[in-house]
């Protein structure tokens, strides 16, 4: 799953109902360390939480690589994401939510986000809810809603009689919390922009970061939120558009197998077994893409992997949880 945050809240309590290994993975970025963590991990089943634009598609490719078996949950929003994961456990395990409680949360509300994180860490009954701008019911009974000035007029849309309001203000806390996501995403896209367009973005939202910093040192929590939230939405941009660009080049995807297949020999070595042969292979592979031989640069990447992947399969597989999902290999959003 991605680390924004309606879908880590979600996740957490899936994991939990499911006693699984959770595995967070940057919101719409690669990063090889995730899959070598979820490979190495030899799960019978990944379930990935969040679309191919915040868990990218990159993911399912290592996954197949290795004939690990996966499913991802998802919808067009956070919203809807949430929904399908409750969907997949009432149809799969619906023992799981027989005493469950639903909190209902607006999705973009990160102080009532964290009031309902905070809760969550007490009650172990209480599965979130989350709504959108455009909602206007919840597939559930609720038993409590969580607002705050943000979303009080979105949530009062939905009518949900008889539920237990929660009011949460905004804290200096909170606003700490989103300059801090809005600066860290800041840095992710800078990372990956290549274009005079994404410069562009990016100096652009650099800017409301810095006036959000100022409103939250001049004491105005609720302009800091704000403004940080701009920030952080336009960085969002930047990294789904460089997340959703043409595929690779055939060399620069091998390039990014080899450094996957090394990343998972060092872990493994680390806990003494023997990758000897499996780091064999990798050197050839290695030296036939210097020399533009990338066909057997295949081959013999491929002969490392079966290498790596008898060591694994050598030890007895786990279950584990990681994403949004849809049965299957995970469709487009």
């Known amino acids: 799953m991605s680390d924004n945050e309606a879908d880590l809240t979600i996740a957490e309590r899936v994991s ?67 929904i399908k994961v409750i969907e997949f456990i009432q149809k799969d395990y619906p023992d799981l939510l027989k005493n469950s409680k639903f909190f209902a ?9 964290t009031k309902l ?16 701008p455009n909602s206007t019911s919840v597939p559930v009974n609720v038993t409590a ?4 000035d943000e ?25 700490l919390q989103i300059l801090e996501r809005a600066n860290t995403t800041l840095l992710r896209a800078k990372s990956l922009a290549e274009t005079s367009e994404d410069q562009r973005m990016l100096h652009s939202a650099e800017d409301l970061l810095l006036s959000a910093e100022h409103a939250y040192k001049s004491g105005d929590y609720e302009k800091a939120y704000r403004l940080a939230t701009r920030a952080m939405t336009i960085a969002q941009v930047v990294i789904a558009g460089e997340g959703t660009k043409k595929e690779l080049p055939v060399t620069m995807r091998i390039e ?20 000897s042969q499996a780091r064999y292979y990798l050197e050839l592979a290695k030296r036939a893409l210097e020399t533009g031989r990338v066909g057997d640069a ?11 992947k008898a060591k694994i399969r050598g030890r007895k597989p786990e279950s584990i ?3 949004r999902p849809e049965k299957g290999r995970g469709g487009k959003p």
């Open 298 to 308: 295949m081959i013999y990447l491929e002969k490392a992997r079966d290498a790596v």
């Open 256 to 275: 990014m197998q080899l450094k996957l297949m090394s990343l998972l020999m060092d872990k493994l070595e680390a806990r003494g077994e023997d990758v």
């Open 321 to 323: 949880p990681v994403s």
């Open 105 to 113: 949360v607006y999705g973009w509300d990160l102080a009532s986000i």
């Open 151 to 175: 979303s009080e007029n979105i949530l009062k849309k939905i009518h949900l009689r008889n539920a237990k309001v929660i009011r949460v203000r905004m804290s200096e806390l909170t606003v």
């Open 16 to 82: 939990e109902l499911l006693h699984a290994r959770l595995i967070v993975t940057p919101w719409g970025v690669y990063d090889p360390n995730v899959s070598v963590e979820v490979i190495d991990y030899n799960p019978t089943l990944v379930i990935i939480i969040g679309g191919p634009i915040a868990v990218v598609e990159r993911y399912e490719q290592d996954l197949q690589s290795f004939g690990i078996s996966y499913t991802r949950l998802y919808g067009q929003t956070r919203v809807e994401t949430a």
């Open 117 to 132: 994180r905070e809760i969550m860490e007490s009650d172990k009954e209480v599965i979130p809810i989350f709504v959108g």
């Open 145 to 148: 809603v969580i607002v705050s």
